[in-house]
């Protein structure tokens, strides 16, 4: 799959970066991926249940090619001051401290464990539009990235659904965050107006076309400073986790995702630990609000869609507790604005993104007036950005 590139100016900008840090610009190929937003089904996915993302046009891009010898060099837009980072090919098992270059190596070391073969050196240059802590995936959209690069310079035909379970295997065993396929789902999976419907435990998806007639996703970044969320987000696992394994003593299920609200409210017994039952119900209502905002969605009942982002974002503050003052100001300030139907957070969240729901002719005076609010509150600015739902990770035609 490969999409022709309209931004041609800031592909000829990289051309010429990477002639300056690498040499030459023969047989050099491009590749982009992009970020995603989840419409709805925030914490559902490594509970077994339903999520609805959608890809989005800012993302990551690529220029890669391959080398002779067994040398893999590296370069990022977005971290200058790195270098170029270097290692041979022997070496990409070993993870280094703190860097971006795990990404890379995460990716290679599970293509190579799941028996596909890389040989050879190969140099990349990367440069990411996504906010870092933005809760927008910019490391699923690297590791798709690294993905279909690697697929495309050693020509392995990896199935798209294994690249995506690869870039997952990456985040967990090799960067150590125990997330669910969300996030490289819905960027190795997205089409252009299109969201996915995705059962996280059987993988199978509807792509359902993004009909908003005369509304927009308005994407709201805190622009929190960057807060360690991988902890919360693994202590948040757990707790799902154990309450699982509680309700299993009585109860024959593989997964949260399975109940209904009914079944979980009539057995919460089974947990006996109110911080539990909360994380659990969280995970329950969100999944089957989710069922319910899909059916909503393709109905264009717009309205009811809002509702349920709202009561999603209300679930995520009171039984996930997963927002925090910034996401909760931005959300909760949007929800009262004219013109919106709704507005949640989205990500894995502790800062990172909000999004909303709002009538295309309120949007600027939507911006201006939460984002007064927010800077009131909080003390520093936030960032509105309207979003596009575009393509998922490929390699780009280039004229």
């Given at each position: 799959?490969?999409?022709?590139?309209?931004?041609?100016?800031?592909?000829?900008?990289?051309?010429?970066?990477?002639?300056?840090?690498?040499?030459?610009?023969?047989?050099?190929?491009?590749?982009?991926?992009?970020?995603?937003?989840?419409?709805?089904?925030?914490?559902?996915?490594?509970?077994?249940?339903?999520?609805?993302?959608?890809?989005?046009?800012?993302?990551?891009?690529?220029?890669?090619r391959?080398?002779?010898?067994?040398?893999?060099?590296?370069?990022?837009?977005?971290?200058?001051?790195?270098?170029?980072?270097?290692?041979?090919?022997?070496?990409?098992?070993?993870?280094?401290?703190?860097?971006?270059?795990?990404?890379?190596?995460?990716?290679?070391?599970?293509?190579?464990?799941?028996?596909?073969?890389?040989?050879?050196?190969?140099?990349?240059?990367?440069?990411?539009?996504?906010?870092?802590?933005?809760?927008?995936?910019?490391?699923?959209?690297?590791?798709?990235?690294?993905?279909?690069?690697?697929?495309?310079?050693?020509?392995?035909?990896?199935?798209?659904l294994?690249?995506?379970?690869?870039?997952?295997?990456?985040?967990?065993?090799?960067?150590?965050?125990?997330?669910?396929?969300?996030?490289?789902?819905?960027i190795?999976?997205?089409?252009?107006?299109k969201?996915?419907?995705?059962?996280?435990?059987?993988?199978?998806?509807?792509?359902?076309?993004?009909?908003?007639?005369?509304?927009d996703?308005?994407?709201?970044?805190?622009?929190?400073?960057?807060?360690?969320?991988?902890?919360?987000?693994?202590?948040?696992?757990a707790?799902?986790?154990?309450?699982?394994?509680?309700?299993?003593?009585?109860?024959?299920?593989?997964?949260?995702?399975?109940?209904?609200?009914?079944?979980?409210?009539?057995?919460?017994?089974?947990?006996?630990?109110?911080?539990?039952?909360?994380?659990?119900?969280?995970?329950?209502?969100?999944?089957?609000?989710?069922?319910?905002?899909?059916?909503?969605?393709?109905?264009?009942?717009?309205?009811?869609?809002?509702?349920?982002?709202?009561?999603?974002?209300?679930?995520?503050?009171?039984?996930y507790?997963?927002?925090?003052?910034?996401?909760?100001?931005?959300?909760?300030?949007?929800?009262k604005?004219?013109?919106?139907?709704?507005?949640?957070?989205?990500?894995?969240?502790?800062?990172?993104?909000?999004?909303?729901?709002?009538?295309?002719?309120?949007?600027?005076?939507?911006?201006?007036?939460?984002?007064?609010?927010?800077?009131?509150?909080?003390?520093?600015?936030?960032?509105?950005?309207?979003?596009q739902?575009?393509?998922?990770?490929?390699?780009?035609?280039?004229?």
């Amino acid at each position: 799959m490969s999409v022709v590139v309209e931004n041609s100016t800031i592909l000829s900008a990289l051309t010429e970066r990477f002639n300056h840090v690498f040499g030459g610009t023969a047989d050099l190929e491009y590749f982009f991926s992009p970020g995603r937003i989840n419409l709805i089904g925030e914490h559902t996915d490594y509970n077994g249940g339903y999520v609805f993302p959608a890809s989005i046009t800012i993302g990551t891009t690529g220029l890669a090619r391959l080398r002779a010898d067994q040398k893999i060099k590296l370069y990022s837009e977005n971290f200058p001051e790195a270098g170029v980072i270097e290692f041979d090919l022997a070496d990409s098992h070993h993870k280094d401290g703190e860097s971006w270059a795990n990404y890379v190596k995460g990716m290679m070391t599970m293509l190579q464990n799941a028996g596909y073969t890389i040989d050879r050196g190969f140099e990349l240059l990367i440069k990411g539009e996504i906010p870092t802590a933005s809760g927008l995936s910019s490391s699923a959209s690297l590791e798709l990235l690294v993905g279909v690069v690697l697929d495309d310079l050693f020509k392995l035909n990896v199935p798209r659904l294994e690249l995506v379970q690869l870039g997952q295997k990456t985040e967990n065993d090799f960067i150590g965050v125990n997330s669910g396929i969300l996030d490289q789902f819905a960027i190795g999976f997205g089409e252009v107006k299109k969201a996915i419907l995705l059962d996280c435990n059987t993988l199978k998806y509807e792509m359902v076309p993004v009909e908003l007639r005369d509304y927009d996703i308005v994407i709201m970044n805190t622009n929190k400073p960057r807060a360690l969320t991988e902890s919360k987000y693994n202590e948040r696992f757990a707790e799902t986790r154990e309450a699982l394994k509680r309700m299993q003593t009585k109860l024959n299920i593989q997964s949260l995702g399975e109940l209904s609200n009914e079944d979980f409210d009539a057995n919460t017994a089974l947990i006996g630990d109110e911080t539990l039952i909360k994380r659990a119900r969280h995970a329950v209502y969100e999944n089957n609000r989710t069922k319910v905002a899909q059916k909503a969605f393709v109905a264009g009942n717009l309205t009811k869609f809002g509702e349920l982002l709202n009561a999603s974002h209300a679930s995520l503050k009171n039984d996930y507790e997963v927002t925090g003052l910034e996401l909760d100001t931005l959300a909760e300030t949007a929800q009262k604005q004219p013109g919106v139907l709704g507005a949640r957070m989205t990500g894995a969240g502790f800062g990172g993104c909000a999004i909303a729901l709002v009538a295309h002719d309120n949007v600027p005076s939507f911006e201006k007036a939460v984002g007064e609010t927010y800077e009131k509150v909080v003390g520093y600015p936030a960032s509105f950005y309207v979003a596009q739902i575009g393509s998922g990770s490929t390699k780009l035609d280039v004229e």
